[in-house]
């Protein structure tokens, strides 16, 4: 079982920088990925960074540029840096740990969700 949680978020004016930060515990030996997604009201979740390794890393066109995603595999931590923030990115931001325990079971894991508000 692994705990995921994040912290950070808030509000922040269009044009600023917010960082999140996100901490598992438990068995995290088996953490394979992690990554941030966010859902904005009425809309479906998606994937704003992922990082299945500290030096892998994939971004949603719509952060590009702008957000910064680092893990750190040791300490199994996940971190988003989020510059140039607009009002579009307002939404509640989750982590989410990836276990992978031989041979081929998958378990998905998630925080509960931080708010993240930018007003225009």
């Known amino acids: 079982q692994i705990q995921v949680v994040e912290f950070g978020g808030g509000l922040v004016q269009a044009g600023g920088s917010l960082s999140l930060f996100c901490a598992t515990s438990g068995d995290t030996t088996c953490v394979s990925d992690m990554g941030w997604y966010r859902r904005a009201p009425g809309k479906e979740r998606e994937l704003v960074a992922r990082a299945p390794t500290a030096r892998s890393l994939q971004y949603a066109d719509s952060v590009k540029g702008r957000f910064s995603v680092s893990r750190d595999n040791a300490k199994n931590t996940l971190s988003l840096l989020a510059n140039s923030l607009k009002p579009e990115d307002t939404a509640t931001y989750y982590c989410?740990?990836?276990?992978?325990?031989?041979?081929?079971?998958?378990?998905?894991?998630w925080g509960q969700g931080i708010q993240v508000t930018v007003s225009s």
């Open positions: 989410h740990a990836l276990c992978t325990e031989w041979p081929n079971h998958e378990y998905n894991y």
